[in-house]
């Protein structure tokens, strides 16, 4: 244990980005480097919407993301980028 803060930043290799990530806060992280629309990062870090979702549903640590404005953000990041949201 330390009384460091210590940040995650994993890559999408093999793509295992949000598993990295999930597994990295279990061991003690307290920061992990995410992205918004596969946006900002040229090798993917975990997606924002994916590690939230399974740390408030299913992991042990809350992330303090409120969901229900991801769609919103997810918005706001396209338009700044000046690239449209994929369709599903």
Known sequence: MSDLDLEFHGHDDLGLATANTLAAIRGGATHASVCVLGIGERAGNAALEEVATA????????SGVDLMHLT???????EAAGRPIPES
């Open 72 to 78: 919103r953000l997810a918005e706001l990041v396209a």
């Open 55 to 62: 740390l408030d549903h299913i992991g042990a640590h809350k």
